[in-house]
């Protein structure tokens, strides 16, 4: 059985992780001094806060798309998840 294709948004996952990394650089770059532009301080930060946040989406997207992939896998395999306890102060387990 093959594998579902992967939804459009997934492949943006890789494309918003270069673009962070690059967004990052420059914002870290203009912030340490070594790049410049003549843009204020707030926006130097502002723009490096937007590259953390544009990675961060990038790899909170890839991890999330690898854990579905997983239990997608898993569930095609027949393989159940564990039994769930939410009550853990039980006595009478």
């Known amino acids: 059985m093959s594998p579902a294709p ?3 948004g997934v492949k943006l996952i890789r494309p918003a992780i270069y673009a962070g990394v690059l967004v990052c650089l420059v914002g870290a ?3 340490a ?3 410049e532009l003549g843009l204020p301080l707030v ?3 502002i723009l490096l ?3 953390v946040a544009i990675l961060a989406f990038g790899l909170l997207a890839s ?3 690898r854990g ?3 239990a997608m896998a898993n569930e095609a395999a027949g393989i159940a998840p564990p039994p769930f ?3 853990e102060d039980d006595a009478d387990d």
């Open 63 to 65: 991890l999330s798309w």
């Open 33 to 35: 001094g070594k790049l």
């Open 43 to 45: 926006v130097e930060i």
């Open 29 to 31: 770059a203009l912030v």
């Open 6 to 8: 992967a939804p459009a």
């Open 68 to 70: 579905l992939q997983a």
């Open 85 to 87: 306890d939410d009550d």
């Open 49 to 51: 806060a937007v590259g």
